[in-house]
């Protein structure tokens, strides 16, 4: 399976996560803590499965100068922002439209583009800073409609955001991990890091992890299923291939999925605000220009140097079976 396949499978995997998690009424903490801690056993069974394939293999990104050494302390930080990023998300859900959450939730493609300024030193040109401003004055449109409607909305927008920012240092530190680490063992790494601060946090907040009805353990099921193991997961498979731009631009296919599907389910029937639908058009094309539509496929620049180089493209590895080995041999 090419690796473009997988990525638009994760990206429709991820559509039905904001208008399903309306249906729960369990904490935003639970939710996002069990759609992380039912994806473990599977992923973690893989990663086994993974390494058995890789032992004796040499890392494709071995001769990177800037790659870390150890990616565990890296890994460990992935797993803390997807924490932030997961409950920041869905707590959001409770307060502004599906719509206004999603779209706000995939600036991390724009957050992406300042931490790897900040990081990588990667800076956008000029025709890709007017996207960007372009962008969040679309995001910004959107909260002020939510605004006008309800004063507790802007609450739920911040919450987006912070999920957006959260979001973006997840995958930014994906791209650079990935070279390295194997996607199951990379994915059991971080979701076991953000389950157990998600676990902690609930227990600091007295947030109940059990006791639920048996339409939010479906709705835990579901998530972690579709937008978890398939999504998330698929995404983080596609940081080895692709630029970390390019796959949080991918991504932007999430709210137009989510957007449609809160408005043609009966039991939500959300149409969208005229201001939410500008606003989401603005970020469309902000987000196209700052990033250059067609542009960064498989070409990935080294990170840190001036250097490009093209990623070997290998199928899917599922269930993961040597997928370092493929990369090195197909050099």
Not at 115 to 138: C, D, F, K, Q, Y
């Amino acid at each position: 399976m090419s690796p473009l396949l997988v990525l638009i499978v994760a990206v429709l995997a991820t559509t039905y996560a904001g208008p399903i998690v309306r249906f729960a009424t369990a904490p935003a903490l639970a939710i996002a803590f069990w759609r992380l801690a039912l994806v473990l056993p599977v992923a973690g069974g893989l990663a086994v499965w993974e390494r058995s394939g890789e032992r004796g293999a040499v890392p494709s990104g071995a001769s990177v100068g800037t790659a870390p050494r150890s990616p565990l302390p890296l890994m460990v930080l992935a797993g803390l922002l997807l924490s932030v990023h997961f409950w920041s998300w869905i707590a959001s859900l409770h307060y502004t439209a599906v719509a206004s959450s999603v779209v706000l939730v995939s600036l991390k493609s724009v957050f992406a583009w300042a931490i790897a300024a900040l990081w990588l030193r990667e800076h956008p040109t000029r025709a890709e800073a007017w996207g960007i401003a372009l962008a969040v004055s679309g995001a910004s449109l959107i909260g002020v409609g939510d605004a006008r409607f309800s004063l507790g909305a802007l609450g739920g927008d911040g919450l987006a955001l912070l999920g957006a920012a959260t979001g973006a240092g997840y995958y930014v530190i994906g791209r650079r991990v990935r070279r390295t680490v194997g996607i199951w063992r990379y994915a059991t790494g971080v979701y076991a890091v953000a389950a157990a601060a998600l676990a902690l946090l609930a227990l600091a907040a007295a947030v109940p992890l059990v006791g639920f009805t048996r339409r939010d353990w479906a709705v835990f099921g579901a998530m972690a299923a579709g937008p978890m193991l398939i999504g998330h997961t698929g995404m983080n498979y596609a940081l080895r291939h692709f630029r970390a731009t390019t796959v949080n631009v991918a991504a932007l296919g999430e709210p137009v999925g989510a957007t449609l599907l809160a408005w043609l389910i009966p039991a939500i029937h959300e149409p969208p605000r005229v201001t939410a639908v500008v606003g989401g058009v603005l970020v469309l094309i902000g987000i196209g220009l700052s990033l250059g539509v067609g542009n960064g496929t498989r070409e990935t620049g080294n990170v840190g140097t001036d250097r490009h180089s093209t990623f070997p493209v290998s199928p899917f590895p599922f269930p993961g079976r040597g997928e370092e080995r493929r990369s090195r041999d197909a050099r």
